[in-house]
């Protein structure tokens, strides 16, 4: 049963270009201007059930569960779990306007933590909005089922990282914000947008892209290699590591948002030591150049049966020729795609190209 939207009218299946995506997002390393041309190069694959092992903002999810396939989104990270379940497991709640206004509204009989407020001063938002966030982070873990606080979360979520400098929380640099300077980058007027304000318009756009395929569709936390099940396609966008060791740590980056997510429990993980007061935890075996190949190695075998697609960048550890070889270990066939008109936002290096491996 269809119900938010015919599917025969959702755009992302006809064959000219998309004219409605997903939601809009600054999330870095997302699919979303590529999907167009990753759906040309998976149209004639023939599969009906699909894992996104690194969801992160769901874009190919929503892509796949948009053409009609049983889709299973994954993401370690609890916030972009979130995400997955608010867009791809949920087929038909909305957040309604009652819902808002009391996410936006404080309980005068409800006792409330000013966590951010103390904490966070001066790091990443104002004094005001930090307390705007410690009332909204509350009121949403109040909120009654799991897919209506999923789309609260995610709405925060896009929130939060469109006032951000480089949309990232990966140093302390309130100050690019409030200096009265010439700018060459960023746009004030979205970091002076009222936090209610952005809050509601992604509200509204979550709200609008909700909708049942038809199919089954779940998310799920997991690491990539430990999910559970069998896929006949699984498609993978692993944390990009340079050919000079530099990588992109998406805890890090992201450390705030994970934050938000356990609240309660927020001031224990912090790493005290650090001015932009990040989690604890050792980096990732996916953002660590001497152990990606290993853990990329683990991922084809763990999907040996099924096909496999994968997302990278041309200048990435391991190089593109290292990565045919590891997947001519499971697989008979691997053709390679290269898209040369993508340019990587914050990157300068004009050489980078995005690639899609798929191997059967």
């Not at 049963?1 to 939601?23: C, F, G, H, N, V």
Request: hydrophobic share 35%; glycine share 4%; charged share 25%.
């Amino acid at each position: 049963m269809r119900t938010k939207r015919d599917l025969a009218q959702l755009p992302l299946l006809r064959d000219e270009p998309s004219l409605r995506q997903p939601p809009s997002t600054r999330y870095q390393g997302s699919k979303l201007k590529l999907l167009e041309w990753i759906w040309l190069n998976l149209q004639h694959v023939e599969f009906s059930t699909a894992l996104d092992a690194f969801g992160g903002t769901g874009s190919i999810a929503y892509l796949l569960k948009a053409h009609g396939k049983e889709v299973t989104y994954n993401d370690h990270l609890r916030f972009n779990h979130l995400i997955g379940t608010a867009l791809i497991e949920n087929s038909h709640v909305e957040l309604l306007p009652e819902n808002v206004a009391f996410i936006l509204t404080r309980d005068p009989h409800h006792s409330y933590d000013d966590l951010i407020a103390t904490l966070f001063g001066g790091i990443y938002f104002t004094a005001a909005e930090n307390l705007w966030l410690d009332l909204i982070c509350q009121n949403i873990a109040r909120l009654p089922g799991k897919y209506k606080k999923a789309l609260a979360y995610y709405a925060l979520f896009q929130s939060c990282i469109v006032k951000r400098p480089y949309n990232l929380f990966h140093r302390k640099n309130l100050y690019m914000r409030l200096a009265s300077v010439e700018r060459s980058f960023g746009n004030k007027a979205t970091w002076d947008t009222p936090f209610e304000d952005h809050y509601k318009q992604f509200v509204a756009e979550a709200n609008a892209s909700v909708f049942d395929s038809g199919f089954r569709c779940r998310a799920i936390c997991c690491d990539a290699t430990e999910i559970p099940g069998q896929f006949d396609l699984v498609y993978l966008d692993p944390p990009y590591v340079s050919s000079k060791g530099t990588t992109v740590d998406y805890r890090d980056f992201y450390h705030f948002l994970e934050g938000l997510v356990i609240y309660p429990r927020w001031r224990a993980e912090i790493d005290y030591s650090r001015k932009h007061l990040p989690l604890k935890g050792d980096r990732s075996r996916w953002s660590d150049p001497k152990r990606i190949t290993d853990a990329l190695q683990n991922c084809f075998e763990r999907y040996a049966d099924s096909t496999i697609v994968l997302s990278y960048g041309n200048k990435g550890i391991p190089s593109v020729e290292e990565i045919v070889a590891l997947l001519k270990h499971y697989k008979g066939e691997v053709i390679v795609t290269e898209q040369p008109n993508y340019k990587y936002a914050l990157s300068l290096d004009s050489s980078k190209k995005e690639m899609l491996f798929i191997a059967r």
